[in-house]
């Protein structure tokens, strides 16, 4: 559940910005400035995301972020490619808009999983290594698939990789806990 919690921010924040300025598509204040801007958009958002999975179902709002992530992914790596920096900032700010839906109630979701004793060791191992694993290297895994398929748009299959892992292990998690809470009311009941 790591992975798709922090790939489409590192891939925007620590890699294709930096990679903007190295090929002179923005400057690097610009680049700084729309990070910022950028950083500062997930955090506000963040709260009233969170609002809206706590009415609508958390396990809903990420599926279905997961899976608008994922038609989205291919179109956002050609929007990329366009000369406007307008046209850049904006597909920036719609994917790290659309991976709120599964990163505001990621950690709420996943503290479901854990019992108490081990929740709070359970919960950030889990996504430190989906973090560590898929997130930190994404800039990395971005360059090289580019670079191996000679396309711009190569690193949207591996974007779309993480969206269909994220919607994997939700759904899994969900089961997995539902088959468990099935069993402690049956227990209960006898």
């Given amino acids: ?4 919690g922090t790939v489409p921010f590192y891939l925007v924040i620590g890699g294709l910005n930096t990679d903007f300025v190295a090929i002179g598509k923005m ?5 700084m400035s ?10 506000l958002t963040l709260p009233l995301v969170g609002r809206l999975a706590d009415k609508m179902g958390l396990v809903f709002i990420m599926v279905l ?9 291919l179109l956002f790596f050609h929007l990329l ?5 307008f046209a850049i900032t904006l597909a920036e700010f719609l994917i790290l808009g659309l991976s709120q839906g599964y990163v505001a109630p990621l950690n709420a979701f996943a503290g479901r999983l854990f ?10 191992f889990g996504y430190c290594v989906g973090m560590a ?3 930190g290297t994404a800039p990395y895994i971005s360059m090289a698939l580019t670079s191996y398929f ?7 299959f591996y974007l779309m990789f993480v969206c269909l892992l994220g919607i994997g292990s939700v759904l899994m998690a969900e089961r997995i806990q539902n088959k468990e809470a099935s069993k402690g009311n049956k227990n209960t009941l006898q």
Avoid: H
Wanted: glycine share 8%.
């Fill in 133 to 135: 694993l898929f997130g």
């Fill in 27 to 31: 400057t690097f204040l610009t680049m």
């Fill in 150 to 156: 000679e396309t711009l748009l190569a690193p949207a």
């Fill in 81 to 85: 490619q366009e000369p406007s920096l």
């Fill in 65 to 73: 972020s997961s899976i608008i992530l994922f038609g989205y992914s």
């Fill in 1 to 4: 559940m790591g992975a798709l």
């Fill in 115 to 124: 019992p108490v004793s081990v929740r709070y060791s359970g919960v950030s």
């Fill in 34 to 43: 729309l990070n910022m801007t950028l950083t500062l958009f997930c955090a």
